[in-house]
Nanobody
Framework: QAQLAESGGGVVQAGGSLRLSCAASGSSSRITAMGWYRQAPGMQRELVAVFTVYSGSTYVSDSLRGRFTISTDNDKNTVYLQMNSLKPADTAVYYC???????????????WGRGTQVTVSS
């Protein structure tokens, strides 16, 4: 059973930067996609960014493109989210996820991190 461990959240002033990390462990399944969601208080969880392993393509939400960047270290099964020019509206719990394919059955399963709080003060 895969486990995802997030780090890098915290409190930052508006205009500042944070880098979130998420590392997977405990599974021999092949990672097919990695990404981040966020959930602000009273709001639905929204997609932030995705990296698709087989194509090497990245997607960042239209509203965040230019400030947020997703990157990976495939050798370390780690995905990063670089967040620049942060705004109070970016305050949320950030969750990483990974889609993994079972090496035998090829069935895919999504795993989630426990979330890391990002607070941007004005």
């Amino acid at each position: 059973q895969a486990q995802l461990a997030e780090s890098g959240g915290g409190v930052v002033q508006a205009g500042g930067s944070l880098r979130l990390s998420c590392a997977a462990s405990g599974s021999s399944s092949r990672i097919t996609a990695m990404g981040w969601y966020r959930q602000a208080p009273g709001m639905q969880r929204e997609l932030v960014a995705v990296f698709t392993v087989y194509s090497g393509s990245t997607y960042v939400s239209d509203s965040l493109r230019g400030r947020f960047t997703i990157s990976t270290d495939n050798d370390k099964n780690t995905v990063y989210l670089q967040m620049n020019s942060l705004k109070p509206a970016d305050t949320a719990v950030y969750y990483c996820y990974m889609e993994m394919a079972d090496p035998i059955t090829l069935s895919e399963k999504m795993y989630w991190g426990r979330g890391t709080q990002v607070t941007v003060s004005s």
